[in-house]
């Protein structure tokens, strides 16, 4: 776009819904009102929704729904996450592009798509990334032992959380790192790791939010449990400033995790959780366990209880809720 255009968009923006004269906008812009009258015409054609009266000026009324990264950087208020984001219209999977740069990448480097072609879930799932989303990764570079590598996983869960509480929506978190909405989900979790012997040389948070998705692009056994932003609240969201509130809140619960006792992470964890106290079956590699899951321990792992009160401390697994 255009830097006319873009000044334009940044003074309608600005107006909050009141209206700019084409004169205002000339003025500012140093051009004519034929010329800005040109521009809102081409701002139209690309999905701006403005309207126009002669006799008061333009109003924004909706922005067409596309991750803009100038508007993205715009919006952040974050010093460390988002430091330097890298756009793409199309990749395979954000967290392979990640992995490709991470050791030569500024720690809270984000890579963002409007479409991925191979998204990759847990477990070596495929992850649909239907149009509308949001697919990111962020390259963290803590340092501390690889045993503790899904303590960040509970922190990117804590704050996709909050993000969406942020907007009123009622989300929890089921272990280890699905987001859910009344029961759907609404956001994965791909957590990968690079190391040397047993420290952490980088981590990539791979984020999957079903943002503006329409479940109708779902394919069925994944539409039947999921949900997006858009369907729970009616309405089409603004990502831009969505992603900018996320790593913001991603920015507040690494520094907490940084500087503070991990306990006080479990605890916020499990405050937001939607799977302590339920009844749940966990599958992993060489076993399944079933019981009542009842806390999380210093490492991220699961505590369940099963049948004969014993005690099981699960690290990854996937996770149903049964009865
Ligand atoms: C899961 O719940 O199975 C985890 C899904 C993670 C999906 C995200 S989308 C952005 C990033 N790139 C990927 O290929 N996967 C993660």
Redesign the pocket.
Known sequence: MNDNKKEIIRLLRGSEGNPVSGQEIGEKLGITRAMVWKYIRGLRREGYDIRSSPKTGYILDACPDIIDPVELKGLLKTSLVGSEINYYSVLE????TAREIAQKAPEGTVIIAEK?N??????G?E?Q?ASGGI???LILKPSIPLENVSRVTLVAGIAVTNALRNMDIDAHIKWP??VLIRGKKIC???TEVSAEVQKVDHVIL???INANVKLSDLSEDIRRNSTSISNEMGKVIDRNRFVASLLYELEQQYIIFKTKKFIDIVDEWINLSDTIGRNVRVTTPNRIIEGKAVGITEKGALVILDGNHERHEIIAGNCRYIN
């Open positions: 999977s954000t967290n392979n991925q191979k998204g990759r879930g847990r477990l799932t992850w990334s697919w990111m990764s790192n699905d994965g979790i791909l791979g984020i999957g």
